[in-house]
């Protein structure tokens, strides 16, 4: 038998039993999948109505900026999908004592506690996302295409995933600590509050401070705008420094939000028989 | 050789003393009291490979913190631990591929989802290859007789029909050490000895490590030679069943039937009364005179029968776990009395 437990065999089989298991409360899978797309919706008619004011927010018009709302979308889809039913089942966990049986797995516990359970409802949005990515790219003014488009987009928007993950975990796993019923992890939705809305936006006295704080301490002004701007925006030399610093900040999420977890495991009290 | 090797093995707890009150649990915001709880306290224990050894005591004695500390989910407070060479708390997965624990009170299956879901995840995580599982599964699910609900969604099973499939859950990697916390718990007298027949003829095939915990003396005296009786976080017997009576009970019952129902009024010049249903009458009798009282009462009386017995060793264990309580005030849940027998 080879000694290493087979990740993706393992992931396949999560997502496997969860599609059975959404496919045998159909009605439910059906409801989440349209409340989920029509709240997208929502909120792409606002964007809309707010053009009909103007012709930019912060220099961005509005198919670029409808590029950016699909990214948004493209991307939580993705954490909604794959990371947050997880994130928030770990506080229940902790709780339960049903910890207990993800420490016993010869398998990284941190893998098996963020990916259990895949929330196939999700991927409605990253549907709707992509058509309106198709939809919005071509009208955007001036657009060129770039091969280039095409390979780094994919990249930035799963790095983009990976810091969202990484606060998002870290911020789940303080329950471990805080034990019953409390995390930080609702801070999470506060925190990535920022994130959907351009860099530029955060000016002056109050602007640029949050726009450092969100930049360098807890990276998630980049999960969107890095990608963003390289579908929407002519690839330049310009955005260089800043996507070469998102590689640097999801590696650093990535490896914090390590050391959190394992740090929170190993003070793990489990709960009473 | 021995599976398992504890020495001085420690855990406590911090607790947060919550008071009673609104205006207390709003100052309880500022300032917190807590009290330590020792759950375990510097025990001491081998077990060979193959043994079946059974972990006794009342609740809160610190039974399953043990078994916790074992399979690695805690981390001890102080002392040393080795299970088959490892130490558990590593949590390395060379060691968790060699052993699986079973919590009566806990379900690690896929609630919503047929139980054979739940066994190929297991598959996947262990890494057993096709053919193996499946042998093992076919094993396990005629030796439990379970098959002709695995594709029962777990969450419509019985509590007896879910116990045996975490079990086979537990068991698909075949592990070398298996740690069962109350695996009987809540379940009628059949599927109690369902799982203690299963349990005795997978030990004795497999000459597995098994440890077990348990409320119910009925599992104990069917499956394991060797009892370890803890309370209050101490080790208080390591021995066999049989011996703890030896042991622990200075006294003996004697039963006696008067003829005629002549029934003396000072029986209890012979010993302590318990009972007394005309024309019979049960003593307890100090060990040391048992047999100068019976020739003494064959001699004044004219009895029909007489038998002499050991107490019952639920009550000898009782009154052991009552004395440590007495002994221990301190100690978290000072229930004296195991849980009463289903």
Known sequence: ??????????????????????????????IEAISSVSWMAMNLGFYAIVYQKTDHI??????????????????NSIVQTFFMPNAQELSELVRTG?????????????????????????????????????????????????????????????????ILYSVMIALAATSIWLGRNQSLYDFWFYITNFSRYPMEIYQGPWGTPLRQIFTFVIPILVVINVPARIMAWPLSADQAPLAVFAVLATAMSLLGSRWVFKKALWSYRSASS | MNAIEIRGLKKSYRVYQKKEGLWASLTGLFQREYRDVEAVRGIDL????????????????????????????????????????????QRENEYRRRFALVMGQKNQLWWDLPAQESFRLHQKIYRIDTDQFQRTLDELV??????????????????????KMELTAALLHSPEVLFLDEPTIGLDVIAQHNVQKFLK?????????????????KDIAALCRRVVIIAHGDIMYDGSLAGIVDRFSGHKVLSLQFAD???????????EVLEVVEPKARLKVDRSSIAKVLSSVLANHTIEDVSVEDPPLEDVIAEMFALSAEDDQTAPNNSPVPSPQP
């Open chain 1, 1 to 30: 038998m080879p000694h290493h437990p087979s990740y993706l065999g393992v992931f396949l089989t999560f997502a496997r039993n969860s599609l059975i298991r959404d496919m045998m409360f159909r009605a439910n899978f059906i």
């Open chain 1, 98 to 162: 049903g910890l207990d049986f993800a420490l016993l797995k010869p398998i990284d516990t941190q893998f098996l506690v963020s990916l259990h359970r895949v929330n196939w409802a999700s991927l409605g949005n990253f549907v709707v996302a992509l058509a309106l990515l198709g939809y919005s790219v071509p009208r955007v003014e001036g657009f060129e295409f770039s091969p280039w488009q095409l390979v780094l987009y994919p990249v930035y928007v799963i790095l983009g995933v990976f």
């Open chain 2, 46 to 89: 081998d077990v060979e490979q193959g043994e079946f050894v059974a972990f006794l005591g009342p609740n809160g004695a610190g039974k399953t913190t043990t078994l916790k500390l074992l399979s690695g989910v805690i981390s001890p407070s102080g002392g040393q631990a080795r299970v088959l060479g490892h130490v558990p708390w």
């Open chain 2, 261 to 271: 129902g002549r029934m003396p009024s000072d029986l209890a010049r012979y010993g």
């Open chain 1, 58 to 75: 912060a220099g961005w018009g509005r198919y670029e900026f409808f590029v950016f709302i699909a990214t948004t979308m493209l991307i």
């Open chain 2, 142 to 163: 005629d030796m439990l007789d379970v098959r002709h609900v695995l594709k029962q969604p777990v969450r419509e099973l019985s509590l007896g029909e879910r116990m």
């Open chain 2, 201 to 217: 003829h997978y030990q004795e095939k497999r000459k597995i490590t098994i440890l077990l915990t348990s409320h119910y003396m």
